[in-house]
């Protein structure tokens, strides 16, 4: 069984920072692509960034400069760094990723979401 959790969400004022975790646990031979995603209320779900494996990284053209996604291997960990919050950041923010909890198979898995407000 493959779970992701997440951590760091909260209330920031406009301009602020926080920093958001998400740990892979389960049975897992291998983690592929991580990323987070966020949904607004009455809004669809968006990609925020994505790193590859090996580190590249992907990010929307609206937080471009100001959040810095990263991945810890060792420890099955991706982390989104976001500065210079905006109101408009406001969302819950979801962890994603491509795991194969063994040779053969490879799945998507979501996060719980954690929730991130920004105060204008």
């Known amino acids: 069984q493959v779970q992701l959790v997440e951590s760091g969400g909260g209330l920031v004022q406009a301009g602020g920072s926080l920093r958001l975790s998400c740990t892979a646990s389960g049975s897992i031979f291998r983690i592929d692509s991580m990323g987070w995603y966020r949904q607004a209320p009455g809004k669809s779900r968006e990609l925020v960034a994505d790193?590859?494996?090996?580190?590249?990284?992907n990010y929307a053209d609206s937080v471009k400069g100001r959040f810095t996604i990263s991945r810890d291997n060792a420890k099955n960990t991706v982390y989104l760094q976001m500065n210079s919050l905006k109101p408009e950041d406001t969302a819950v923010y979801y962890c994603n990723a491509d795991i194969l909890p063994s040779r053969w198979f490879q799945r998507n898995y979501w996060g719980q979401g954690t929730q991130v407000t920004v105060s204008s």
């Open positions: 790193i590859t494996r090996g580190g590249s990284t």
